[in-house]
């Protein structure tokens, strides 16, 4: 039984994506954010979208970063163009794994989770490398290279647990994910003493009880918030403009933990999220999280 629950839900996560979230129209995608937010590609980083302000000199301070891998462990750059465009909005660049046409994927993978579950790290990691390389410099000024998480959706949740210990990574955010394997979630969860943030879906989440122990698994002090809706798996992505509470809880968390805008960290802190949409709310140590705020 547990073998054939593992194998279940290897195959959900490399094939369940938010379709719903994307867009094939204008690169103009918005957000409710005082920074209108586009997408768009640049020839220095192949085979990734990049999300950001349409003009960051508004924003009066350098963005942090956010690396995305996909829902499916997709390389299709707009399969969440809704949620990281409103979050951008906000005053971040975002960097989605894939363009804006997306790539099929093609060739053996170089990492693997346990289950049988193929998983492309690097290619999370590549835009963590050009994040660095570039910040501060050319057409990139805005940006700050030192405030970098790693984000992503069922499979890319998974490949964001692959990048956690990257010592250029402030923090991880697990949307509709998981470890597979008890074993994985001792060996990595049971290790994460940076900020990381879980965002499921409920008991219809494939990925619900998986998330939820990789989250009990933490050790004791590493800053950590858990909290759940009743769409299921990418539901909220799916379902809701903008992704809805989802989209206005992936800002909160980046404006505090990347941001250090101490107020919008009290949203996870006073019930907020609960009168959001969100359901079975749970945190630990996020008294632990201090961040300068950005300059």
Same mark, same amino acid.
């Given at each position: 039984?547990?073998?054939?629950?593992? !194998?279940?839900?290897?195959l959900?996560?490399?094939?369940?994506? #938010?379709?719903?979230?994307?867009?094939?129209? $204008?690169k %103009?995608?918005?957000?409710?954010?005082?920074? %209108?937010?586009?997408?768009?590609?640049?020839? %220095?980083?192949?085979?990734?979208?990049?999300?950001?302000?349409? *003009?960051?000199?508004?924003?009066?301070?350098?963005?942090?970063?956010?690396?995305?891998?996909?829902?499916?462990? +997709?390389?299709?750059?707009? !399969?969440?163009? !809704?949620?990281? #465009?409103?979050? #951008?909005?906000h005053?971040?660049?975002?960097?989605?794994?894939?363009?804006?046409?997306?790539?099929?994927?093609?060739?053996? &993978?170089?990492? !693997?989770?346990?289950?049988?579950m +193929?998983?492309?790290?690097?290619?999370?990691?590549?835009?963590i490398?050009?994040?660095?390389?570039?910040?501060?410099?050319?057409?990139?000024?805005?940006?700050?290279?030192?405030?970098?998480?790693?984000?992503?959706?069922?499979?890319?949740? /998974?490949?964001?647990?692959?990048?956690?210990?990257?010592?250029?990574?402030?923090?991880?955010?697990?949307?509709? $994910?998981?470890?597979?394997?008890?074993? =994985?979630?001792?060996?990595t969860?049971?290790?994460?003493?940076?900020?990381?943030?879980?965002?499921?879906?409920?008991?219809?989440?494939?990925?619900?009880?998986?998330? =939820?122990? *990789?989250?009990?698994?933490?050790?004791?002090?590493? &800053?950590?918030?858990?909290?759940?809706?009743a769409?299921?798996?990418?539901g909220?992505?799916?379902?809701?403009?903008?992704?809805?509470?989802?989209?206005?809880a992936?800002?909160?968390?980046?404006?505090?933990?990347?941001?250090?805008? =101490?107020?919008?960290?009290?949203?996870?802190? *006073?019930?907020?999220?609960?009168?959001?949409?969100?359901?079975? =709310?749970?945190?630990?140590?996020l008294?632990?999280?201090? /961040? %300068?705020?950005?300059?």
């Amino acid at each position: 039984m547990k073998s054939s629950y593992i !194998s279940a839900f290897a195959l959900a996560i490399v094939s369940v994506s #938010a379709q719903g979230s994307g867009g094939q129209g $204008s690169k %103009t995608t918005g957000g409710t954010g005082p920074y %209108t937010a586009y997408y768009f590609e640049d020839a %220095t980083l192949p085979n990734h979208t990049i999300y950001q302000p349409k *003009d960051p000199s508004k924003v009066g301070t350098k963005l942090p970063v956010i690396a995305w891998a996909n829902g499916a462990c +997709s390389q299709d750059g707009i !399969s969440f163009a !809704s949620f990281l #465009a409103q979050v #951008a909005s906000h005053g971040a660049l975002a960097i989605a794994v894939g363009t804006i046409k997306g790539i099929p994927n093609t060739g053996a &993978p170089p990492g !693997s989770g346990t289950g049988g579950m +193929s998983i492309w790290p690097e290619r999370q990691r590549a835009a963590i490398d050009w994040a660095v390389k570039n910040a501060g410099k050319g057409n990139y000024t805005h940006v700050d290279g030192t405030r970098i998480a790693v984000w992503g959706q069922s499979c890319g949740g /998974v490949e964001s647990y692959a990048n956690w210990n990257d010592s250029r990574v402030n923090s991880v955010g697990i949307f509709h $994910s998981g470890l597979m394997s008890e074993a =994985e979630t001792k060996s990595t969860a049971g290790k994460i003493n940076k900020p990381i943030f879980y965002f499921l879906g409920g008991p219809n989440d494939i990925a619900y009880k998986n998330g =939820e122990r *990789d989250y009990a698994a933490l050790p004791a002090g590493t &800053p950590a918030w858990i909290g759940n809706d009743a769409l299921g798996h990418g539901g909220a992505f799916n379902q809701l403009v903008d992704a809805g509470y989802f989209g206005i809880a992936g800002t909160r968390y980046m404006q505090w933990v990347l941001r250090g805008n =101490e107020t919008a960290g009290e949203w996870f802190k *006073d019930g907020s999220a609960i009168k959001a949409g969100f359901k079975d =709310e749970k945190k630990k140590s996020l008294e632990n999280i201090k /961040v %300068t705020p950005i300059q």
